[in-house]
């Protein structure tokens, strides 16, 4: 069952997503050659708590972090570590909070000094697709409009979408109902309504959409080494259209 917010929880859904907003765009201010994915790790938890909000992803299945890093080939559940960023590296950072009882949950991917054009590419198309798919969640819609929608800009961009993992529907629980495939035919599913919100998170990979997860039991990659980016939000739907509620000023 989807659960539709009041106005009243989307004002709270709105604080936890603002926390999440600030701590992404910290995370692009701290990173730099040489900063491990731990020291990132830290920042964010601290400013988390800061802000009088929990870290939603420790303690999570047992993750064991505030944040999830994601470098290069990484494409999501990367752990933070000792690992030191590198010129050339792209990191995928996702931030989850819960304050008040309600969730925020985002990602963006960053450059790490200079790019090669390709990295710049899947970056930019990433962002792109989850800024397209916004557009398209109006009231009247269905929910497979917007999977629709992420697939057919990634791939007429050349890149293909990770099947694996999906978007979800967020609110007093960090993971509710529906389940947002990034893939699929248009026009099928749950009619989307005012009150509905949603975590879109396209995740994007160079080469082969398939992916595999480490040793580790979190860390998932791109079966044939190629890049992959990942962009999150979390969106309101209301009568007004959509409202990214994780909004800072990188996306
Ligand atoms: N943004 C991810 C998601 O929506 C975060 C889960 S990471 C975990 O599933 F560590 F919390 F599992
Ligand atoms: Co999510």
Redesign the pocket.
Same mark, same amino acid.
């Given at each position: 069952m989807i659960k539709l917010k009041s106005t009243r929880e989307i004002k709270l859904m709105r604080e936890a997503g603002k926390i999440v907003g600030e701590v992404l765009q910290e995370m692009e201010n701290s990173i730099n050659i040489g900063i491990t994915t731990a020291m990132l790790n830290k920042i964010a938890e601290k400013l988390i708590r800061r802000y009088g909000a929990e870290p939603?992803?420790?303690g999570?299945?047992n993750?064991p972090?505030s944040i999830?890093t994601s470098v290069n080939n990484e494409v &999501? =559940?990367g752990i933070p570590g000792l690992r030191k960023l590198e010129e050339g590296d792209i990191i995928s950072i996702? &931030? +989850?909070v819960r304050l008040k009882g309600y969730y925020g949950?985002?990602?963006a991917t960053f450059a790490v000094g200079k790019i090669s054009p390709q990295a710049r590419k899947l970056i930019n198309v990433t962002r792109m697709s989850l800024q397209k798919t916004i557009e398209v969640m109006q009231a009247g819609k269905r929910l497979s409009d917007l999977s629709h929608a992420v697939q057919a800009y990634v791939e007429q961009n050349s890149f293909s979408i990770v099947r694996n993992?999906v +978007? =979800?529907g967020?609110g007093e629980e960090? =993971?509710e109902e529906p389940q947002v495939p990034n893939f699929g035919l248009p026009g099928h599913g749950p009619l989307l309504q005012p009150g509905i919100v949603l975590?879109i !998170?396209p995740m994007v990979n160079a080469g082969t959409w398939e992916v595999k997860v480490l040793e580790d039991q979190?860390t998932v990659v791109t079966c044939d080494g190629s890049l992959s980016a990942h962009f !999150?939000h979390t969106v309101a739907l209301s009568e007004n259209g959509p409202e990214v509620l994780t909004s800072s000023s990188l996306s």
């Open positions: 939603a992803f420790l999570y299945n993750y972090a999830c &999501v =559940h996702d &931030v +989850g949950d985002a990602a993992y +978007g =979800h967020i960090m =993971h975590a !998170e979190w !999150e």
